[in-house]
């Protein structure tokens, strides 16, 4: 089962910066947050995925609260292509499947 | 650079026929995940390989079953197939030689069951 809660559909302006939430209370020390999304029949693509650092890439940045109970997908300057169902996936880490919950379904509109 | 790819990217078969598809991961990953994401539903994972030998299996029907071969691409074999299989399968891969590394998807393969 899913192990993460995600709001189920977010608006934002094109050109704002997106803050998608996740909650995982329930996550294990060892266990990484990772960040996928899906633009309409495409397979996912990965975004980016952190253990407890804050984590920054050319797509996003992830912010991990110090408890790691929960964090925060940033998208700095959203775009229309940025319109996707993103996932947050708690998981081991290598070799371990990617266990898909509810997403959120991002709406970007100029 | 290389990705993960999915053959064929179509299929149309008939109730109660097979059907074979194929995935090619990116060259020196060593995992394979196989997903079912149905019309309108998150993808469902279904089995995995590591190293050719099963690692992980998720809700795969007795019905399916899947192999990774010597050059590490896999097969899902699916028979007796039903209308409610008709869905999108994604194929994924990793190396696992690492710590905590992505899984990158193939584009999938739509199978339509008549």
């Known amino acids: 089962d899913a192990k993460t809660t995600q709001p189920p559909s977010m608006d934002c302006a094109e050109g704002r910066a997106a803050n998608l939430p996740c909650n995982h209370s329930?996550?294990?020390?060892?266990?990484?947050v990772y960040w996928y999304r899906q633009i309409h029949s495409q397979g996912p693509q990965y975004i980016i995925h952190?253990?407890?650092n804050n984590e920054t890439n050319e797509m996003a940045s992830l912010i991990i609260t110090e408890d790691r109970k929960s964090s925060t997908l940033i998208l700095p300057h959203a775009t229309l292509r940025d319109t996707a169902v993103y996932y947050c996936?708690?998981?081991?880490?290598?070799?371990?499947?990617?266990?898909f919950g509810k997403g959120t379904t991002l709406s970007v509109s100029s | 650079a290389a990705g993960v790819i999915q053959s064929p990217r179509h299929l149309i078969k008939e109730k109660r026929e097979t059907a074979t598809l194929k995935c090619y991961p990116i060259?020196?990953?060593?995992?394979v995940y196989w997903y079912q994401q149905g019309p309108g539903q998150d993808p469902q994972f279904l089995i995995s390989f590591y190293e050719k030998m099963q690692s992980d299996k998720g809700s795969i029907p007795d019905r399916f079953s899947a192999q990774q071969f010597s050059d590490y691409h896999s097969e899902l074999n699916m028979s007796s197939l039903e209308l409610g299989d008709s869905a999108l399968y994604f194929c994924?891969?990793?190396?696992?030689?690492?710590?905590?590394?992505?899984?990158?998807f193939g584009q999938g393969t739509r199978l339509t069951v008549v």
């Open positions: 994924a891969s990793s190396s696992d030689r690492g710590l905590n590394t992505e899984a990158f």
């Open positions: 329930t996550i294990s020390g060892n266990e990484y």
């Open positions: 952190g253990l407890k």
């Open positions: 060259p020196r990953h060593d995992t």
């Open positions: 996936i708690v998981r081991l880490g290598s070799g371990t499947a990617l266990i």
